[in-house]
């Protein structure tokens, strides 16, 4: 009998499946160590690495080990590091002034790797969380978070990281008309090319607790952060606030956390066409990570697979703890 064309069996998908050449032929998305940018710990000291117990793997450094981490992250070809402060207990503040403190421990750390690995391209984190005596990215007055007063501090805050030779100002704050004020402060002050990754969609998600022990903020924190992180139940809402953040001068717009918004990444991209990021955040590391070290699944296998997702779902690029673990698999296979 004649096959009919159009239909089984004329039209079999099996057959660009059946052997290693012709997956790789008709494969669609690609990984690339370009596509990584890898979240650094900072901590006082010098050659300290202080594991963090809910990220496996994951260390917070003195400045000194941050910049052998960046010379690592450059061998292996990584563009880009992100870095986050663990600020000392006693300067962790209501007024946050260690935040826009030019000498605080995250400047410190972004003047050290400029000077020792000139090409790496590095990105930094605006919010108050770090610094506040209370755990929030904002100012907390009589209990509210307010949002001019905090983006009048956030601007100092940029300024400062900016002047540290910061490449990639990283607000996380989630603050209303944060983007446009830096935007200003930077073309006014001489800073015209430090580009802004605007954390345009950021939900208020229980996937960053580890993050919140990593830089000490999670014990802290008072109350929730749901009257400025988004719900995560909205997503046209996540479209409005990154064409907002795109108006108000963002290079570059982030979705985060990422695993479970790939439907919000998606969308981003198809309606922006603008150089759109996730963040595969601390919880959905820590969970690859603690059911790999049961056996229970192939970290290995899963942290690929994880990434490509972000590639499939229309991103650019992606912040994840394994940034080095994957450069040097994806180095290997080159
Ligand atoms: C703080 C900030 C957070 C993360 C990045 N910047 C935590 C939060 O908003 O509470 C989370 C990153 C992660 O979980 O890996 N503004």
Redesign the pocket.
């Given at each position: 009998m004649r096959p009919t064309i159009g239909q089984y069996p004329a039209t079999r998908f099996r057959r660009l499946r059946k052997s290693d050449a012709l997956r790789r032929l008709s494969q669609e998305n690609a990984l690339s160590v370009n596509d990584l940018i890898w979240?650094i710990f900072v901590r006082e000291g010098e050659n300290i690495s202080e594991p963090v117990s809910s990220m496996p793997g994951v260390s917070r450094l003195s400045v000194n080990l941050v910049v052998k981490a960046a010379e690592e992250a450059a061998e292996l070809g990584i563009p880009a590091i992100c870095i986050?402060p663990y600020t000392d207990p006693d300067k962790r503040t209501e007024d946050c002034a260690e935040a826009w403190n030019p000498d605080n421990i995250a400047n410190r750390a972004i003047r050290a790797v400029k000077a020792a690995v000139p090409e790496m391209a590095i990105m930094t984190?605006v919010?108050l969380?770090?610094y506040n005596a209370n755990g929030h990215?904002g100012f907390v007055q009589d209990g509210i978070i307010v949002n001019d007063e905090t983006v009048e501090a956030l601007v100092k805050m940029t300024l400062a990281q900016a002047d540290a030779g910061a490449d990639i100002i990283g607000p996380?704050?989630m603050m209303d008309g944060r983007i446009g004020a830096m935007r200003l402060a930077l073309e006014m002050s001489g800073h015209k090319d430090v580009a802004i990754l605007s954390?345009a969609a950021?939900y208020a998600s229980a996937?960053?607790?580890?993050?919140?022990d990593a830089?000490g903020?999670g014990s802290r924190l008072v109350g929730d952060?749901k009257t400025y992180?988004m719900n995560p139940a909205n997503a046209d809402e996540a479209m409005r606030l990154i064409e907002r953040d795109l108006t108000e001068g963002a290079d570059m717009v982030m979705v985060?956390?990422g695993l479970p918004y790939l439907d919000i990444c998606r969308r981003a991209k198809d309606t922006f066409g603008a150089p759109t990021y996730a963040?595969q955040?601390?919880?959905e590391?820590a969970m690859i990570m603690a059911a790999a070290e049961n056996g229970w699944i192939d970290g290995e296998k899963i942290m690929l697979e994880s990434l490509m997702a972000f590639r499939r779902a229309g991103c650019d690029g992606v912040l994840t703890?394994f940034a080095p673990r994957v450069a040097r698999i994806l180095q290997d296979k080159a």
């Amino acid at each position: 009998m004649r096959p009919t064309i159009g239909q089984y069996p004329a039209t079999r998908f099996r057959r660009l499946r059946k052997s290693d050449a012709l997956r790789r032929l008709s494969q669609e998305n690609a990984l690339s160590v370009n596509d990584l940018i890898w979240p650094i710990f900072v901590r006082e000291g010098e050659n300290i690495s202080e594991p963090v117990s809910s990220m496996p793997g994951v260390s917070r450094l003195s400045v000194n080990l941050v910049v052998k981490a960046a010379e690592e992250a450059a061998e292996l070809g990584i563009p880009a590091i992100c870095i986050f402060p663990y600020t000392d207990p006693d300067k962790r503040t209501e007024d946050c002034a260690e935040a826009w403190n030019p000498d605080n421990i995250a400047n410190r750390a972004i003047r050290a790797v400029k000077a020792a690995v000139p090409e790496m391209a590095i990105m930094t984190d605006v919010a108050l969380d770090p610094y506040n005596a209370n755990g929030h990215d904002g100012f907390v007055q009589d209990g509210i978070i307010v949002n001019d007063e905090t983006v009048e501090a956030l601007v100092k805050m940029t300024l400062a990281q900016a002047d540290a030779g910061a490449d990639i100002i990283g607000p996380s704050d989630m603050m209303d008309g944060r983007i446009g004020a830096m935007r200003l402060a930077l073309e006014m002050s001489g800073h015209k090319d430090v580009a802004i990754l605007s954390y345009a969609a950021k939900y208020a998600s229980a996937f960053y607790g580890p993050f919140r022990d990593a830089v000490g903020a999670g014990s802290r924190l008072v109350g929730d952060k749901k009257t400025y992180q988004m719900n995560p139940a909205n997503a046209d809402e996540a479209m409005r606030l990154i064409e907002r953040d795109l108006t108000e001068g963002a290079d570059m717009v982030m979705v985060k956390p990422g695993l479970p918004y790939l439907d919000i990444c998606r969308r981003a991209k198809d309606t922006f066409g603008a150089p759109t990021y996730a963040y595969q955040v601390s919880g959905e590391y820590a969970m690859i990570m603690a059911a790999a070290e049961n056996g229970w699944i192939d970290g290995e296998k899963i942290m690929l697979e994880s990434l490509m997702a972000f590639r499939r779902a229309g991103c650019d690029g992606v912040l994840t703890y394994f940034a080095p673990r994957v450069a040097r698999i994806l180095q290997d296979k080159a």
